[in-house]
């Protein structure tokens, strides 16, 4: 069976913990910043963790991570 290829645009978005979950920036911090809260922005920095329902797909599209 051939290799699987790597979707190149999830694999610079997403990264695999240690745990195996999928980590993910957080959106909406690249313009229009004057009119939210430095507590929001702030928030923003922090990665998130993608949704247990998108996990499975997003794990397929990058399998060598």
Do not use: W
């Not at 069976?1 to 979950?21: D, E, L, Q, Y």
């Not at 229009?32 to 996990?55: H, N, P």
């Amino acid at each position: 069976m051939p290799k699987m290829k790597t979707n190149r645009g999830a694999a610079k978005r997403f990264k695999v913990t240690a745990s195996g979950k999928v980590k993910r920036q957080k959106a909406g911090q690249n313009h229009i910043l004057t009119k939210k809260t430095t507590s929001l922005k702030r928030g923003m920095r922090q990665d998130g963790i993608v949704a247990a329902c998108d996990e499975k797909a997003i794990k397929r599209l990058i399998p060598y991570a």
